[in-house]
């Protein structure tokens, strides 16, 4: 069972994490969330990396310490499309499924009912008084409701980069991979998809102090 504070005591927002488990949990450890904290994952928890099964296990942990809301990544849609229709498989795997495939024995079947759920319950968006929380991208013309699913889970910032919402708040986001390392904060718009799976890192956010953490895929904390 989630907690579920009325006024949290931190909002930490968590970057793509694509398999990585050392550097989640690296990552964790140095956030420390409390019962009352808030926590927001932007999704692509899965592929690319060597171990989606442990880290979807370690959000599951966290969803029973705190109160957490996780993003759904457009590597979580593809593999609940493929479930679904066999038909896109191919899709998926080609896209990094392949490895997490692997690391479930090689079967579709072996995918255990709680990882499928936790994805299941997986949120569009994520809207706070000051932020608002997406995996891809936004619209900045239209209201949280009326997002197209192609611009929350699949459009990069380098195909269009929004304006500032027209709620005034704050957006943070992911999917598109800062190959450099460097967090992309324009103000009106954070993105914290660092590219942890490439040589790059995982980035946690705490979100009301600008404060980040980040760890590489070994989960050792940046210099």
């Not at 949120?123 to 009326?146: G, I, K, M, Q």
Request: hydrophobic share 35%; glycine share 8%.
């Amino acid at each position: 069972m989630q907690n579920e504070p009325h006024e949290p005591q931190r909002i930490l927002a968590i970057g793509d994490i694509h398999g990585c488990l050392p550097a989640l949990d690296a990552l964790l450890e140095s956030l420390n969330p409390q019962p009352r904290d808030l926590v927001i994952t932007l999704g692509d928890y899965i592929d690319r990396g060597p171990n989606s099964p442990g880290v979807l296990d370690r959000l599951i942990e966290l969803e029973r310490h705190c109160h957490m809301e996780p993003l759904l990544g457009n590597h979580e849609l593809m593999l609940l499309s493929a479930l679904e229709e066999p038909s896109q498989l191919e899709m998926w795997l080609q896209a990094g499924g392949y490895e997490t495939l692997e690391s479930y024995g090689g079967l579709p079947q072996n995918i255990p009912q709680k990882h499928v759920d936790l994805l299941e319950r997986c949120r569009r968006f994520v809207e706070t008084p000051d932020h608002l929380f997406f995996h891809a991208n936004y619209n900045d013309r239209a209201p949280l409701e009326r997002q197209s699913p192609h611009t929350l889970f699949w459009e990069h910032l380098h195909i269009r980069l929004p304006k500032p919402h027209m709620s005034g708040k704050t957006a943070v986001v992911g999917h598109t991979p800062q190959r450099d390392g460097n967090v992309l904060d324009l103000g009106h718009l954070i993105c914290i998809d660092t590219y942890c799976y490439g040589g790059g890192y995982l980035t946690g956010l705490d979100v009301t102090r600008g404060e980040y953490w980040q760890f590489d895929a070994e989960g050792h904390p940046r210099d």
